[in-house]
C-alpha cells in the first residue's frame, strides 16, 4: 500500500521542514489555538511558491463551531476562489447545519467553485450526529478525503469507527485518520484501520530568539513549528508496515 503523510504548517517554516522532512501534502493554517482556521493571502502565495508538494489551505474564516452566516459563507466562497487563483492543489472545507448533519447545499456549492481543485471535508465531521448518514453526505457532495478522527477526541480512540468508514466507504471516498497522530502510534493506526493517508499536526514548541523581553507584560511568546525529526519517523513507521 503507498501511504500518504498530511501534515499541518501553521508558519512558512513548517512548510519548508515538512517538505524536507517528506510529507507529502501540507494542510495550511493559521491560528492554531483556534484549532486552524484560513491562511492569509500572502502566507498562501508564499507557501505556494516555497512548495513542491501538495498545498490545501483550510477555509475556515473563525474558530468555534462549523455553523456559518452568509456574510461567513460569502467570505468562504471568496477564499476560495484565492486559492483557485494561487495554484492551490486543493482546499479543506466543513459546514454543518444546525441539527449536527452536513449542509450538503452549501458545501456542494463550494465543491463546484474549488473544481478543479481536490477538496477534503474537515473534522467538522467528527461535531455530526449521525456518523454513516454524514459519509453517504459527504461522497455525494463530491469530496475527495474525509479527515476525522472517528467522531472520537483521537484517531486511536475512534479506531474502530474509522475502520468501520473505511469499509462503508468502499473507496468511495478516502477516510483520513486525524488527530493524536504520532509516529508512536501511526503504524497502529494503520493496521486498525486500514487507512492510507494519515494527517498529523507533528508540531512542537520553540522560544523566541528575541535578546531581551519587557518582563512586566509577562507573556508567553513560544511559536509552534513541525518537528521534522518526527515527520521522518511516522514516514518510516509507515514504511515498515508496508514491508510486513
Same mark, same amino acid.
Given at each position: 500500500m503507498n501511504f500518504t503523510l498530511e501534515t499541518i504548517a501553521f508558519n512558512i517554516q513548517s512548510c519548508i521542514i515538512a517538505q524536507t522532512a517528506g510529507a507529502h501534502r501540507i494542510e495550511l493554517c493559521d491560528n492554531p489555538t483556534d484549532g486552524g482556521t484560513t491562511p492569509s493571502m500572502g502566507f498562501i502565495k508564499a507557501a505556494r511558491e516555497k512548495l513542491q508538494i501538495q498545498l490545501f489551505p483550510i477555509i475556515r474564516p473563525r474558530g468555534g463551531d462549523f455553523l456559518y452566516t452568509?456574510? +461567513? &459563507? $460569502?467570505?468562504? @466562497? %471568496?477564499?476560495? @476562489?484565492?486559492?483557485?487563483?494561487?495554484?492551490?492543489?486543493g482546499i479543506v472545507i466543513g459546514i454543518l447545519n444546525a441539527d449536527a448533519s452536513i449542509d450538503k447545499t452549501r458545501c456542494s456549492i463550494l465543491v463546484n467553485m474549488a473544481y478543479p481543485m481536490s477538496v477534503t471535508f474537515h473534522?467538522? &465531521?467528527?461535531?455530526?450526529?449521525?456518523? +454513516?448518514?454524514?459519509?453517504?453526505?459527504? =461522497?455525494?457532495?463530491?469530496? $475527495?478525503?474525509i479527515l476525522t478522527s472517528g467522531c472520537y477526541p483521537t484517531a486511536m480512540e475512534g479506531a474502530t469507527n474509522l475502520q468501520k468508514l473505511i469499509l462503508q466507504s468502499n473507496d468511495?471516498?478516502?477516510?483520513?485518520?486525524?488527530?493524536?497522530?504520532?509516529?508512536?502510534? =501511526?503504524?497502529?493506526?494503520?493496521?486498525?484501520?486500514? %487507512?492510507?493517508?494519515?494527517?498529523?499536526?507533528?508540531?512542537? @514548541?520553540v522560544n523566541s530568539t528575541m535578546n531581551i523581553f519587557n518582563d512586566t507584560i509577562k507573556e508567553n511568546l513560544q511559536s509552534v513549528v513541525a518537528d521534522e525529526e518526527e515527520i521522518k519517523m511516522m514516514i518510516n513507521n509507515l514504511q515498515k508496515v508496508n514491508n510486513l
Open positions: 452568509n456574510d +461567513e &459563507f $460569502e467570505i468562504i @466562497k %471568496a477564499d476560495i @476562489k484565492l486559492c483557485k487563483d494561487l495554484g492551490c492543489d473534522r467538522a &465531521f467528527d461535531r455530526v450526529i449521525n456518523m +454513516e448518514q454524514a459519509l453517504k453526505d459527504t =461522497i455525494e457532495i463530491g469530496c $475527495e478525503r468511495r471516498i478516502i477516510i483520513m485518520p486525524g488527530s493524536g497522530v504520532r509516529a508512536a502510534n =501511526i503504524a497502529e493506526i494503520a493496521t486498525l484501520t486500514g %487507512a492510507s493517508e494519515f494527517h498529523s499536526s507533528a508540531r512542537i @514548541k
